[in-house]
């Protein structure tokens, strides 16, 4: 079974401009979850869907980041405009019931860097 | 705040070692999920091995078990007869209620160094 798929698996880009993450979650499951990770801040939980729908964006950094999920086998994490402190690397995850038993399954992750 | 402690940030052991990576949580639920995952040098996040909160028996998978203490708080990774590839970055998480929603919630880690 093809895992957790993300793309680009790189992007570096310059401040100001739009950037756009995708990630095709495991066929089947219903939670999808984008993390960042940092040296600084470790992974941090920006946003979090349970059957395509948006549970908690608590952890969206401001109003540059938005998330969308079109359907159950797509995903998108939008920064606009993007800014140097957004460098890191984004993983997207998911599992296929309540998060309490079920693992989550990460992407590779896209590394992003803001110059 | 809830949250998951690692308190190593480093650690050695010689190749057919066993260690231990400490990881202490912090939760009020009643019901709640423990995880392990590694991530090598490529940078992956490879799940490793599962306890519930119910669970009577500790976790093993191969290699790994988990051992879980639930009135201390705590759920120690055991990693026997230790192999090079296990070097990596070990870290601890906890589906543990925040608001609304169960997130996952990971400590900050402990680097595994595998010596020869």
């Known amino acids: 079974d093809a895992g957790v798929i993300q793309s680009p698996r790189h992007e570096v880009t310059e401040m100001g401009q739009e950037v756009t993450l995708r990630c095709k979650p495991i066929?089947?499951?219903?939670?999808l979850f984008w993390y960042r990770q940092t040296m600084m801040r470790g992974l941090e939980l920006l946003i979090y869907?349970?059957?395509?729908?948006?549970?908690?964006d608590s952890g969206m950094p401001e109003d540059r980041f938005s998330a969308k999920m079109p359907n159950a086998s797509f995903s998108t994490l939008k920064i606009q405009p993007s800014e140097p402190r957004d460098s890191a690397v984004y993983f997207c995850?998911?599992?296929?019931?309540?998060?309490?038993?079920?693992?989550?399954?990460f992407g590779n992750g896209t590394r992003l860097t803001v110059t | 705040a809830q949250k998951i402690t690692q308190t190593q940030p480093g650690m050695f052991v010689q190749e057919k070692e066993a260690v231990t990576l400490d990881c202490t949580y912090d939760?009020?639920?009643?019901?709640?999920?423990l995880f392990w995952y590694k991530q090598p040098s490529s940078g992956e996040m490879i799940f490793l091995i599962y306890?519930?909160?119910?669970?009577?028996q500790n976790a093993t998978e191969g290699r790994y078990s988990l051992n879980f203490q639930k009135a201390r708080k705590s759920a120690n990774l055991v990693i026997s007869a230790s192999q090079l590839g296990d070097s990596a970055m070990y870290f601890c998480?906890?589906?543990?209620?925040?608001?609304?929603?169960?997130?996952?919630?990971f400590g900050s880690g402990t680097q595994l160094t595998v010596l020869p």
């Open positions: 995850a998911s599992s296929q019931r309540g998060l309490y038993n079920s693992p989550l399954h």
């Open positions: 066929s089947g499951h219903n939670s």
């Open positions: 869907f349970n059957n395509n729908v948006p549970i908690d």
């Open positions: 939760t009020s639920d009643q019901s709640y999920g």
């Open positions: 306890q519930g909160s119910y669970d009577e």
């Open positions: 998480a906890s589906s543990i209620s925040s608001g609304s929603a169960r997130q996952l919630t």
